[in-house]
Nanobody, 118 residues
Framework: VQLQASGGGLVQAGGSVTLSCAAS????????MDWYRQTPGKERELVAS???????TYEDSVKGRFTISYDDVSKTLYLRMSSLAPSDTAMYYC?????????????WGQGTLVTVSS
């Protein structure tokens, strides 16, 4: 399975952008899908997650501003980002895991850069 992320770009502070992450497999199933972000010199941090049952969780700094969703028909993960601040500038990566125990597999997208200008 390959994950193809897109949608990043340059956005003004206060603006919005939607990231997409398409799975290459038409029969794709997962345990959880997530969005992470990373800035130079820092560890990758979890921003938002959605389980296969639709339960969502968010990192505190993005609660109320970001919305994660998944379209099972198109096998596409989304991250709607609103009220953006310069501190949201980062490379955003989508991630998925499936299977359990020794069969657990992790998949990463290639990253899409979001730059928020002040």
């Amino acid at each position: 399975v390959q994950l193809q992320a897109s949608g990043g770009g340059l956005v003004q502070a206060g603006g919005s952008v939607t990231l997409s992450c398409a799975a290459s497999e038409s029969s794709f199933v997962f345990n959880d899908m997530d969005w992470y972000r990373q800035t130079p010199g820092k560890e990758r941090e979890l921003v938002a997650s959605i389980s296969s049952s639709g339960t969502t969780t968010y990192e505190d700094s993005v609660k109320g501003r970001f919305t994660i969703s998944y379209d099972d028909v198109s096998k596409t993960l989304y991250l709607r980002m609103s009220s953006l601040a310069p501190s949201d500038t980062a490379m955003y990566y989508c991630h998925a895991d499936r299977g359990f125990g020794r069969a657990l597999r992790n998949y990463w997208g290639q990253g899409t850069l979001v730059t928020v200008s002040s």
